[in-house]
């Protein structure tokens, strides 16, 4: 029985809720037509809200005019208008009559409007004047239609996001059903490149936005540094911004006998214009927090990177913004329009007004400090900004909205915080299960050692999964407490060092030979028994900038160029590029980026699970001193290769003539400038038999030739760049 009972009162209160959130129109047309009447010398203008009301509600004359009204022009909602006024507008006051009754009584003593004193008492019901009823009930549909318009009109820009979102998820879908035929079947039939895909490649999803235009190097515009997307990215920006700025214009309806602003078009133009931005801006905040989150599901549903959600994140909270300005303008003017500047001076006492002014100036400095000329001048200062800021602009949003009483627009503030909530929970997961254990607390240990050329190698210690295996294309955040304990920096995992545990073993068990031929091999089989004997461990290449890694850096120089410390992990983040898909993958690399290719050269060597048969590495730096960064990897590469899997390498020295290198490595090496990447890769494309895909990670400059020359070949290109 007492479900029963929870189940009727729930029933009840979603009822009375309904009621209370959506106010019947025909209600408010005979209520205001009402107030031009005294019924029983109730007088708004001379009582407080709560006596008016307990009179009106006592008075027969009142009850039976408003019973009449609805008869007459409610249509079928007839008992809806007279169940709110009795239980709600009445809260329970009126006289508990049925309406039947009530409507029979008052029709006998009904008197026609044009004949009631409106200025005196009256003790009789009226039978109000359709023209008295029709203005009101025209400007509240109108009104509620302009608030529908506005959800309807922000949903529809969701729409537009999520529908390019869906092609992503059907073309990731596609590659993962090749990925998997491809396995299955070993052949290289399995990835043919198609006609169409090549004309899309050439002139949609690979180019920068114009022809060998910049979309990694980040040009000056107005002495500010700015990011340009891809040109496929562009098109889809494009149209959302056309689209945002549409929706603004159609569908007003303004009018002069306009009850809540009458005779003023202007006014009620404005107003609407301010209701339908504010909406708009409202039902695009969930996305903004869900594109700007590092788990959020949708990177893995597409395969899109997180730099590609960071651009969506980005321009949505434009659009965002620019609809928040707009509706933050229109209620400036409003009130300066009604009454002129006193008007306004009132307004902006108001809390709700104060917030949503606070919430717009810092969505605007929040837009404008993420540009990348500020990121770069101090990424830290940013990073603390940019938090600070954030919170205090979802506070002033959430008091904006729940200071108006408005719950029809809290779920989007409600939707908003649950993203950022999760997020932030699976992050506190994610650390708490890759760092905590109880025989040791809650951390990681990594040791830090100096490389040539100011590079710094981070080889850290997990044998929690799955960083226990090979993954191209992972990341993870590096919190350092000794250094910056309340900040994370993403960085590229390199390599593994525990890949070739059987190949050692065997070659352990065998002597060494001292001579000349072999003692590259002995060199690497020990450099990697030593670093089994101490478990799973991978290693990280950093670059010193600004912040944190400066300060790692004087660390390490400080300690003589090698130091154990305490590291907390977050992740693995990420996506794998499906260069196992294609008979021949091409890895371009560049400096430090040699640490986002080599974890795939890796999954080539040693997992062997694609269709690949041809892997080819030009890997570009400028000295040989920096070639020692992955050197034993490179080696380990070279030695371990077999089966139907043909390695090459390409390797340029730019800024040395002639220097020793190792023996392993030195048929590979080219010394004296940077090659022709135009014409290596159209060489390598010319005798790929079948199919083949480009990866390619470096300086942003080099990471934008690529791009111009496997666009104008119109092969798959994947770009892991060092952007954030």
């Keep these: 029985m007492v479900p029963v009972q929870w189940l009727l009162a729930l029933c ?48 027969v004359p009142y009850l039976g005019s408003m019973a009449l009204c609805y008869s007459n022009y409610c249509g079928t909602e007839i008992h809806q208008n007279w169940d709110y006024l009795r239980d709600l507008s009445c809260l329970g006051q009126a006289a508990q009559t049925g309406y039947k009754d009530t409507v029979s009584n008052a029709t006998k003593y009904a008197v026609p409007a044009r004949d009631a004193d409106m200025t005196t008492a009256i003790y009789y019901p009226v039978l109000f004047n359709q ?98 997307p891809t040109r496929i990215e562009s098109i889809a920006i494009f149209i959302f911004l056309v689209v945002n700025v549409i929706i603004l214009l159609p569908n ?145 949003c959430w008091y904006h909205i729940k200071l108006l009483e408005d719950e029809d627009h809290m779920p989007w503030m409600y939707a908003s915080i649950a993203i950022w909530s ?31 050329e100011d590079c710094m190698k981070l080889r850290i210690h997990c044998s929690r999964k799955p960083l226990d295996r090979l993954l191209p294309g992972a990341y993870v955040y590096i919190y350092i407490p000794s250094i ?66 400066s300060n790692l850096h004087k660390k390490l120089i400080e300690n003589q160029g090698s130091l154990t410390m305490n590291v907390l992990i977050e992740g693995p983040y990420g996506h794998m590029a499906p260069m196992s898909c294609y008979d021949t993958a091409i890895y371009i690399a560049g400096g430090v980026g040699i640490s986002a290719t080599l974890p795939y050269l890796q999954q080539a060597v040693y997992a062997d699970r694609g269709i690949t048969r041809h892997a080819v590495l030009i890997f570009i730096v ?36 002639e220097s020793d290198v190792h023996a392993t490595l030195k048929p590979f090496v080219h010394f004296g400038g940077r090659p022709d990447l135009s014409k290596r890769i159209e060489s390598r494309v010319v005798v790929a038999p079948t199919s083949v895909a480009v990866l390619a990670c470096g300086p942003p400059a080099m990471n934008d030739q690529v791009r111009a020359s496997v666009s104008d070949a119109g092969i798959p290109y994947y770009e892991e760049a060092f952007t954030w």
């Design 252 to 396: 007003y309806r303004v009018f002069p006998d306009n009850t809540y602003w009458p005779n003023d078009m202007p006014l009620q133009l404005g107003r609407y214009i301010a209701d339908r931005s504010g909406i708009i801006s409202f039902t695009q905040l969930p996305m903004v927090y869900l594109f700007a989150g590092r788990n959020n599901l949708l990177l893995f549903l597409t395969g899109w990177s997180y730099d590609r959600f960071t651009v969506a994140h980005k321009w949505i909270s434009r659009t965002m913004f620019f609809h928040a300005l707009v509706h933050s303008l229109a209620y400036t003017w409003y009130p300066y329009h009604v009454s002129g500047f006193s008007l306004y001076v009132e307004y902006a006492q108001d809390p709700y007004f104060q917030y949503g002014l606070a919430a717009t100036a810092l969505g605007g400095l929040i837009v404008w400090f993420a540009m990348p000329t500020f990121r770069r001048w101090s990424y830290e200062i940013f990073l603390i900004g940019h938090i600070v800021m954030v919170v205090g602009f979802t506070v002033g």
């Design 12 to 59: 009840l209160i979603a009822r009375y809720a309904r009621a209370y959130l959506v106010v019947p129109t025909c209600y408010q047309g005979c209520e205001a037509a009402s107030q031009l009447y005294l019924f029983s010398n109730c007088s708004y203008t001379e009582m407080d809200p709560v006596s008016f009301t307990a009179c009106q509600c006592s008075s």
């Design 622 to 657: 400028q000295t040989t001193k920096a070639l020692s960064w992955l050197q034993e990897e490179l080696c380990c590469l070279l030695h371990d290769v077999n089966g139907p899997l043909a390695l090459d390498m390409e390797i340029y020295i730019t800024r040395e003539i």
């Design 131 to 228: 023209s008295d009823i029709e203005p009101t009930i025209r400007t509240i549909n109108e009104y509620n239609t302009q608030i529908f318009y506005g959800t309807l009109y922000g949903g529809a820009t969701n729409v537009i996001v999520f529908f390019f979102i869906f092609l992503g998820m059907v073309n990731n879908l596609y590659l993962c059903i090749t990925k998997r035929l491809a396995r299955k079947a070993r052949t290289k039939k399995a990835s043919v490149t198609l006609r169409t895909s090549r004309f899309l490649r050439k002139w949609l999803i690979n180019p920068t936005l114009f022809p060998n235009g910049k979309h990694s190097r980040q040009p000056k515009i107005c002495g500010l540094y700015v990011s340009i």
């Design 422 to 452: 999760f997020d932030r929970f699976i992050r506190f997961v994610r650390l708490i299960y890759l760092n905590v254990k109880w025989s040791r607390g809650a951390s990681q240990v990594c040791k830090v050692d100096l490389l040539p």
């Design 484 to 549: 910056y304990f309340w900040q994370s920096h993403p960085f590229t995992i390199a390599s593994w060092s525990n890949l070739q545990s059987s190949m050692i073993k065997a070659e352990a068990s065998e002597p060494m030979n001292d001579g000349e031929g072999s003692s590259q091999d002995s060199v690497v089989t020990k450099a990697k028994a030593t670093d089994l004997d101490s478990g799973p461990t991978f290693d990280l290449l950093i670059r010193p900038q600004r912040g944190m890694t």
